[in-house]
């Protein structure tokens, strides 16, 4: 009890996470106003590179007899966004930020677990 106690008031009072955390606010909003969620390309022609991976983390289970697999995978895909751009030194020199997944356009990729 005591403990979480003293750890809130750290937080007060380092200004500069408080300052990092306003800045880091600003910049998610003035990028999401008037976003809307059409594909993220210069002219309607163009088009969008989507890099795909699958990264094996384990597999789980083998069951020779079916032919099934098991497996424990993370996709990540990577596609450059033309709206989600700024000015660093506009931003305290923020280089990468963390945007919530369903407020951008995201790429409409499934993988069929079959
Ligand atoms: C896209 O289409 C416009 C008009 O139809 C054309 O002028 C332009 O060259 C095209 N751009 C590309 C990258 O194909
Ligand atoms: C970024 O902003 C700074 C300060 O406002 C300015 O000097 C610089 O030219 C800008 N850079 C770009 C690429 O717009």
């Not at 983390?57 to 990540?76: G, K, M, P, S």
Request: aromatic share 14%.
């Amino acid at each position: 009890m005591r403990h979480g106690f003293y750890f809130l008031f750290f937080l007060l009072w380092d200004g500069r996470l408080l300052e990092g955390s306003n800045v880091e606010r600003q910049l998610m909003k003035d990028l999401l106003t008037n976003y809307n969620k059409v594909l993220p390309v210069e002219t309607p022609n163009t088009s969008l590179v989507v890099s795909f991976r699958l990264i094996l983390f384990r597999i789980i289970e083998l069951d020779e007899r079916n032919q099934a697999l098991v497996t424990n995978v993370e996709v990540v895909q990577q596609w450059n966004d033309i709206r989600l751009k700024w000015n660093a030194s506009d931003y305290g020199g923020i280089q990468q930020t963390m945007i919530p997944y369903d407020s951008i356009w995201t790429p409409d990729i499934i993988l069929y677990n079959r």
